[in-house]
């Protein structure tokens, strides 16, 4: 796992256990652990269990974790890069960022250095994420850092107990 330098002074490393207060705020929010894999409630020992995971998909070559720092050095965020596809020649990307640190383009800092890097180091032809059509936030994000949106997968997945609609976006090579 590289660090990768992002724009507006963000990086991207990987996950340490020095991270669990980032995990904490995580799963206080509402919205990221029905999306994502972030454990709620939160105790210590599933925060630890989360980082874990981390490492371990970045270990197997399922996936590519990153934990989004801002200037000042502190966490603010996840963006990370799936591979389970990648011999169909795709991957997808999925990002979050805290509530304390929305607003601030660490997102699409974030997104636009991975898939930057996907594409032009990895070789990867055809990136993909999905956003739900409500979250206006998230759209402008994908947007932003290039990716292009394809249409609309009806009950596409499971999030928290119902299925839901997502709009899937791509990004290729020379889009951007």
Avoid at 27 to 40: H, K, Q
Avoid at 129 to 147: D, H, Q, Y
Wanted: glycine share 10%.
């Amino acid at each position: 796992m590289p660090e990768l330098a992002a724009d507006d002074g963000f990086t991207l490393r990987p996950w340490t256990l020095s991270d669990l207060e980032l995990v904490r705020e995580a799963a206080a929010d509402e919205y990221i652990p029905l999306i994502t894999t972030v454990p709620a409630p939160y105790s210590e020992a599933a925060g630890v269990a989360f980082v874990e995971r981390q490492w371990d998909r970045a270990a197997t070559g399922t996936g590519c974790p990153f934990v989004i720092v801002a200037k000042d050095g502190r966490p603010v965020g996840n963006v990370g890069l799936w591979l389970r596809t990648v011999g169909a020649g795709r991957a997808s990307l999925g990002y979050w960022v805290v509530e304390s640190a929305r607003g601030q383009r660490a997102a699409g800092a974030a997104l636009t250095a991975v898939a930057r890097w996907a594409i032009e180091d990895l070789g990867i032809p055809r990136l993909e994420l999905c956003v739900e059509p409500w979250n206006e936030g998230s759209r402008r994000t994908a947007e932003r850092a290039g990716f292009t949106r394809e249409g609309l997968m009806r009950s596409w997945q499971q999030v928290g107990g119902e299925r839901r609609d997502m709009f899937m976006y791509s990004l290729l090579p020379g889009d951007s």
